[in-house]
C-alpha cells in the first residue's frame, strides 16, 4: 500500500504562486489515481484535481480550474499541484490521495474512493 507525504505549504500572498508535492512510498506508484483535496476552516472536504495513473487525465474542481494544474512524475513517485494566482479563499489544508483504480484512464472524483491519504500541508494565502 502506498503512503502519501504532502510537502511545500506556506504563506503567500494573493496573487502569487506555490507548488505542494506529494511523494508516495510503499506501492506501486503507477497503479494509483493521484488526487488533491483541501479543507478549509468550517468548511467541507472539496476535491481540487486529480490526475489518472499513466495516461495523464485530469479532472479540477471549477473554484480552482485554469489555476492549478496537477502533474505526476512516475519516475519519482510524486505529484505535484502548481497553485497560480492564488486567493484568500484559497487557504486550506491540502491533502494529497491515492487511489488504487483498475483503468488507466480512471480518476475518480469522490472521496471515499481514495484509500490512502497524506496528513495534510498548510497553505494560506493573505490578502
Known amino acids: 500500500q502506498v503512503q502519501p507525504v504532502e510537502s511545500g505549504g506556506g504563506l503567500v500572498q494573493a496573487g502569487g504562486s506555490l507548488r505542494i508535492s506529494c511523494a508516495a512510498s510503499g506501492g506501486s506508484f503507477s497503479t494509483y489515481a493521484m488526487a488533491w483535496f483541501r479543507q478549509a476552516p468550517g468548511k467541507e472536504r472539496e476535491l481540487v484535481a486529480v490526475?489518472?495513473?499513466?495516461?495523464?487525465?485530469?479532472y479540477y474542481g471549477d473554484s480552482v480550474k485554469g489555476r492549478f494544474p496537477i502533474s505526476r512524475d512516475n519516475t519519482k513517485n510524486t505529484v505535484y499541484l502548481q497553485m497560480n494566482s492564488l486567493k484568500a479563499e484559497d487557504t486550506a489544508v491540502y491533502y494529497c490521495a491515492a487511489a488504487s483504480t483498475r483503468l488507466p484512464m480512471a480518476i475518480p472524483r469522490k472521496g471515499e474512493s481514495y484509500a490512502y491519504w497524506g496528513q495534510g500541508t498548510q497553505v494560506t494565502v493573505s490578502s
Open positions: 490526475v489518472s495513473r499513466t495516461d495523464g487525465i485530469t
